[in-house]
């Protein structure tokens, strides 16, 4: 157990100190983290609910920052190029997030095609049902991509890396509002880049 935590705190380290350099990208990150946790909470009253919160909100918000706002280029602090943390990237890197992505905007032809999905849900009549169909979709689509992460990782790293890494991707939302719940504070005094984003007190 102490080595299945030690593991996850390195993979969290890693995960700041070379993805969380801009104060952009650590607020929508917030907005993104805050989204989960109430998605996580609708999760028991409606599943299709937390799934749009999710996707629309949360994971929206959180890759915004990642595409849009986190330098790409070479990092001096942690002596890495864009495209080697790209490489080492034990989760989805940028290449795997836009494929993610692109089938999740895409997958609700899949309801105009096929309503029913194979009869896994009541096809819809209204736009309301449509959305709420779309919802299940999205659910099953999000359990998917993590699954479909965690069993590669199984084989290409080892089973202790494809779990730890799982459980960090459920418990992100939590860590990151600790992490950066101050991020909108100081980007509204005008710090663009957190100047600790690599230093040892934010281990």
Same mark, same amino acid.
């Given at each position: 157990?102490?080595?299945?935590?030690?593991?996850l705190? /390195?993979q969290r380290?890693?995960?700041?100190?070379?993805?969380?350099?801009?104060?952009i990208?650590?607020?929508?990150?917030?907005?993104?983290a805050?989204?989960?946790?109430?998605?996580?909470?609708?999760?028991?009253?409606?599943?299709?609910?937390?799934?749009?919160?999710?996707?629309?909100?949360?994971?929206?918000?959180r890759?915004?920052?990642?595409?849009?706002? /986190?330098?790409?280029?070479?990092d001096?602090?942690?002596?890495?190029?864009?495209?080697?943390?790209?490489?080492?990237?034990?989760?989805?890197?940028?290449?795997?997030?836009?494929?993610?992505?692109?089938?999740?905007?895409?997958?609700?032809?899949?309801?105009l095609?096929?309503?029913?999905?194979?009869?896994? @849900? /009541?096809?819809?009549?209204?736009?309301? /049902?449509?959305?709420?169909?779309?919802?299940?979709?999205?659910l099953?689509?999000?359990?998917?991509?993590?699954?479909?992460?965690? @069993?590669?990782?199984?084989?290409?790293?080892?089973?202790?890396?494809?779990?730890?890494?799982? @459980?960090?991707?459920?418990?992100?939302?939590?860590?990151?509002?600790k992490?950066?719940h101050?991020a909108?504070?100081?980007?509204?005094?005008?710090e663009?880049?957190?100047?600790?984003?690599?230093?040892?007190?934010?281990?």
């Amino acid at each position: 157990m102490n080595g299945f935590i030690e593991h996850l705190r /390195e993979q969290r380290w890693d995960d700041h100190r070379y993805y969380h350099h801009s104060r952009i990208n650590q607020s929508l990150h917030l907005l993104s983290a805050i989204s989960f946790v109430v998605a996580y909470i609708m999760m028991f009253r409606d599943p299709a609910v937390a799934a749009l919160i999710g996707w629309l909100v949360a994971m929206t918000s959180r890759q915004v920052g990642h595409l849009f706002f /986190e330098p790409k280029g070479y990092d001096v602090v942690n002596q890495a190029t864009h495209e080697h943390k790209e490489e080492i990237k034990i989760g989805y890197n940028l290449h795997r997030k836009i494929l993610l992505m692109s089938v999740w905007a895409l997958s609700p032809l899949l309801l105009l095609l096929d309503p029913a999905l194979l009869g896994a @849900v /009541e096809p819809h009549r209204t736009l309301g /049902e449509f959305l709420r169909n779309t919802g299940y979709l999205w659910l099953a689509l999000g359990l998917g991509g993590l699954l479909c992460r965690m @069993v590669q990782l199984f084989i290409i790293r080892d089973v202790r890396t494809g779990l730890v890494w799982a @459980v960090k991707i459920l418990t992100d939302p939590f860590h990151d509002i600790k992490l950066y719940h101050k991020a909108p504070t100081h980007l509204l005094r005008g710090e663009l880049m957190d100047p600790s984003a690599a230093g040892k007190h934010a281990r």
